[in-house]
C-alpha cells in the first residue's frame, strides 16, 4: 500500500526556518513529479511546490518564491521542503502528494496525514 508521511512541522516565530520532509513508502517514486501543499483553517488547500522527477524542474507559487526549497533524494524516496523567512500567513496543515506534473496540482494519490506548521508573529 502506497503510503506518504510527512513531517517536521512545528511552532516557529516569523522570520524562522522548518525543514519538512515527506518519505514515501510502498512503491518508487523516483520516476514521478511530487509536490507539496498546504491549507490553511478556513481556506482551500493549495500546491506551493512541484519538483520534476529528476529534479531539474521546480514549481513555486509565487507567495513563497524565494523563501522556500523543494528538493528530493530519490534513494530515500523523500521529497523535502525547506522554508526560511516564515510568515504567519504560512500556518498551515502542510501535505505532499504524487502530481501530474511539476507544475500540476493534480494530487493521484489519497493524503497522508500532514503536518501542521504555526507561525506565531
Known amino acids: 500500500q502506497v503510503q506518504l508521511v510527512e513531517s517536521g512541522g512545528r511552532l516557529v516565530q516569523a522570520g524562522g526556518s522548518l525543514r519538512l520532509s515527506c518519505a514515501a513508502s510502498?512503491?518508487?517514486?523516483?520516476?514521478?513529479?511530487m509536490g507539496w501543499f498546504r491549507q490553511a483553517p478556513g481556506k482551500e488547500r493549495e500546491f506551493v511546490a512541484g519538483?520534476?522527477?529528476?529534479?531539474?524542474?521546480?514549481y513555486y507559487e509565487d507567495s513563497v518564491k524565494g523563501r522556500f526549497t523543494i528538493s528530493r533524494d530519490n534513494a530515500k524516496n523523500t521529497v523535502y521542503l525547506q522554508m526560511n523567512s516564515l510568515k504567519p500567513e504560512d500556518t498551515a496543515v502542510y501535505y505532499c502528494?504524487?502530481?501530474?506534473?511539476?507544475?500540476?496540482?493534480?494530487?493521484?494519490?489519497?493524503w497522508g496525514q500532514g503536518t501542521q506548521v504555526t507561525v506565531s508573529s
Open positions: 502528494n504524487q502530481v501530474g506534473d511539476y507544475s500540476d496540482p493534480t494530487q493521484l494519490l489519497d
Open positions: 510502498g512503491r518508487t517514486f523516483s520516476s514521478y513529479a
Open positions: 519538483i520534476s522527477w529528476s529534479g531539474v524542474r521546480i
